[in-house]
């Protein structure tokens, strides 16, 4: 089966730091994506990790460890527009490409 | 580049009524996929295709979902008959053969089953 969590929301503070964990325990595993939704739109491409370790892309990095089944998103100097939710999601292992997503957080940055 | 549009953005039907929702994938990805989000819940596979070929179509809920790809552009998601829990938001994704397969997503169809 695949089971994937992640926090339902949470709140941080314009210019910090926020890290959003997913956990996921799947049949099989072949990449790990994380995913940015606002409000009404489409689900936006950011990161990708299929080995262990960090991945950065100018304000956000993804971390993987695949012993841990464990994720996590990193959003450095917080902007108001990046109140959305995130979205974790798994691609199991062979020829599948689809994903499963966990509900996704919601983050909310406050001035 | 274009992204992924679809059509309608919303659709209000009544049960028992058919829908068809439309899908056009950025110009020269092989790869569509179906996925729809449910209140509350999270985002669920339909199914992939490949070109025109149903590569994996695990994720149909029943034989009232209907997906096609004729030559292999859009495609189409017909529902008949609608029912009520076939409520939410329908994506369409695509994506190229690279080495990451990222999926770039449209902004969705919300379908209200009355």
């Known amino acids: ?111 | 580049e274009a992204g992924v549009t679809q059509f309608p953005s919303h659709s209000v039907i009544e049960k028992g009524q058919t829908v068809t929702l439309r899908c056009d994938p950025i110009s020269g990805h092989d790869n569509l996929y179906w996925y729809r989000r449910v209140m509350g819940k999270e985002i669920k596979f339909l199914l992939h295709f490949v070109k025109e070929s149903k590569q994996d179509e695990s994720g149909m809920p029943n034989n009232r979902f209907l997906a096609e790809r004729t030559g292999g552009t859009y495609s189409t998601l017909k529902v008949q008959p609608a029912e009520l829990e076939d409520s939410g938001v329908y994506f369409c994704a695509s994506s190229q053969e690279t080495r990451t397969y990222e999926q770039y997503f449209g902004p969705g169809t919300r379908l209200t089953v009355t």
């Open chain 1, 1 to 111: 089966g695949q089971n994937i969590d992640q926090p339902t929301e949470m709140t941080a503070t314009e210019g910090a730091i926020v890290q959003i964990n997913c956990t996921y325990q799947t049949s099989g595993f072949n990449g790990l994506f994380w995913y940015q939704q606002h409000a009404g739109e489409a689900p936006t491409f950011l990161s990708y990790n299929v080995l262990d370790g960090l991945e950065e892309k100018g304000r956000f990095s993804s971390f993987l460890s695949r012993s841990k089944g464990y994720s996590y998103l990193l959003l450095k100097e917080l902007q108001m527009k990046d109140s959305a939710s995130y979205l974790c999601a798994v691609r199991p292992y062979g020829g599948r490409r689809a994903l499963t997503f966990g509900s996704g957080t919601r983050l909310q940055v406050q001035p």
